[in-house]
C-alpha cells in the first residue's frame, strides 16, 4: 500500500509495533496515530457521510475528521492521540458496538460492510 507521508527526519527513534484494522504496522516512538495512520496507510477512516475518506483536517484536534476507534469501541481522536505500543485501531467502527450508517453502507459497498 502506498503511503501519504514520507519520513524524512526524525527516522533514529524507536520504532513501536502497532495493529491497524488487525494488520501489523510500524511506527515510530512520539508519532501521533494521525502519523502512524498516514503513514501505513492513504486515509485515516472513511465519512460515515458518504463524502468518501477522510486523512484528517485540522491536526490540531478540532475538526473531528480524524476519529478511530478502538477494538472495544471507545473513539480515539488520531491527530492527538500519541502511539503506545501494542495499540490496535479500527479505521472503521465496530460495527457491533457502532451501527453502520446507510451513508457508509452505501459508500463503501454493500461487500464491505457488515448488515445492522
Given at each position: ?12 527513534r524507536i520504532a513501536v509495533e502497532i ?60 491527530c492527538s492521540t500519541p502511539v503506545q ?32
Amino acid at each position: 500500500m502506498n503511503s501519504r507521508f514520507v519520513r524524512i527526519a526524525e527516522t533514529d527513534r524507536i520504532a513501536v509495533e502497532i495493529r491497524i484494522d488487525g494488520e501489523p504496522a510500524q511506527t515510530l516512538a512520539g508519532d501521533t496515530l494521525l502519523v502512524a495512520l498516514l503513514m501505513n496507510g492513504r486515509r485515516v477512516r472513511d465519512s460515515e457521510f458518504g463524502d468518501g475518506p477522510r486523512a484528517g483536517f485540522c491536526l490540531m484536534g478540532a475538526c473531528q475528521d480524524c476519529w478511530v476507534w478502538t477494538e472495544s469501541g471507545a473513539r480515539l481522536r488520531a491527530c492527538s492521540t500519541p502511539v503506545q505500543a501494542g495499540m490496535s485501531v479500527l479505521t472503521r467502527p465496530p460495527p457491533a458496538l457502532w451501527p453502520i450508517t446507510p451513508d457508509l453502507r452505501e459508500s463503501l459497498g454493500a461487500d464491505s460492510a457488515p448488515a445492522p
